[in-house]
């Protein structure tokens, strides 16, 4: 038994075959209601608008609004959780509702992975699905702690996921010789 939650498990408390994670960001349901308003208002426009300066701009009002609303909505719901899933087949990041975006990363393309202890949307431009050049992809639904998955290829994924630590024992308890992992592929300490 582990005293800290955070302590590596020991030869009796193995690293379980599937690691599960999770991360929410409750915050981002505001600008789900703030799309259904926009969504909701350009309803409201082509119902009852009766504008006397023609039916282009009423319709540009009502197009504009709808197709805002639906992008913000899209936006959030996609985007108010990720989870995170380890297994012997590779690393499987699902977002929002339906699990779109999806990532999936095979255990043969994965080299090595690291705790990050402090993620951040500024770090990455944002929330949501990120890519930077010098940085690698990312999915941040929250601030906090995540997962960061290197790739053969010299690129980096990160995800920002609740017990990023265990999803890291994991993956390096994958990738060890005779782990369940690809073998000889050396795992980074």
Not at 50 to 76: D, E, K, R
Request: charged share 15%; with cysteine.
């Amino acid at each position: 038994m582990r005293d800290h939650p955070h302590d590596p498990p020991t030869a009796a408390e193995p690293v379980p075959a599937v690691w599960t994670g999770r991360a929410t960001n409750r915050l981002q349901w505001l600008l789900a209601i703030a799309g259904v308003a926009c969504v909701t208002l350009g309803i409201e426009l082509a119902v009852n608008g009766s504008w006397t300066s023609g039916i282009v701009p009423l319709l540009m009002s009502v197009i504009g609004c709808v197709a805002a609303g639906l992008l913000m909505l899209y936006g959030t719901l996609a985007f108010v959780h990720v989870s995170v899933r380890v297994d012997s087949d590779g690393v499987e990041v699902r977002c929002g509702h339906i699990g779109l975006p999806r990532r999936r990363i095979p255990l043969s393309h994965v080299v090595g992975a690291e705790f990050a202890p402090r993620v951040t949307p500024r770090q990455w431009g944002g929330w949501g699905y990120r890519w930077l050049p010098e940085k690698g992809t990312a999915v941040v639904v929250r601030r906090g702690e995540g997962l960061i998955v290197a790739l053969g290829d010299g690129r980096t994924f990160t995800v920002t996921v609740d017990d990023a630590e265990a999803a890291v024992r994991a993956i390096r308890d994958l990738l060890r010789p005779g782990g369940g992992g690809v073998t000889g592929t050396p795992a980074q300490a």
